[in-house]
């Protein structure tokens, strides 16, 4: 698991337009974000039998929401990075999810604030649906 900054976390993933298939609470308290960073357009990240996938823990005082539900459990939601703010100051993420058990929609906006995070990628095969 990799310790990083959050420039560096920003500089290493390109989350723009990426999924994020769960955002939870560790057993610790800390706030667990799964990022699916699959996309054709990403030499390293583009084999579509292979998951790519990227769980990011932070602080709970460097989670800021600004509108919607925070919590989103694996399973239940996927959502969609649609607004991405890299400038100055904190990461902003605009997320769209929708529902896997009904067909709900919603919009989560939060901050994330420069403080210890933990990173770690997560490459396997791909399930086979059957």
């Known amino acids: ?7 560096d976390f920003i500089d290493t993933y390109d989350l723009d337009d990426k999924g994020v298939d769960a955002i939870t609470q560790d057993d610790a308290g800390r706030v667990r974000f799964v990022f699916e960073l699959f996309h054709c357009d990403d030499a390293l990240r583009s084999d579509e039998s292979m998951d790519y996938r990227l769980a990011a823990t932070f602080r709970p005082e460097d989670v800021t929401l600004h509108e919607g539900v925070l919590w989103h ?10 607004d991405l703010q890299t400038q100055d100051g904190p990461l902003r993420l605009g997320i769209e999810w929708r529902s896997l058990i009904d067909r ?8 994330l604030c420069d403080g210890p995070l933990q990173a770690e990628e ?5 399930r086979r649906e059957r």
């Open 1 to 7: 698991m990799l310790s990083a900054s959050l420039q």
């Open 73 to 82: 459990e694996e399973g239940d939601w996927l959502g969609t990075i649609l």
């Open 104 to 111: 709900n929609h919603s919009w989560t906006s939060l901050s």
């Open 122 to 126: 997560i490459v396997s095969e791909r």
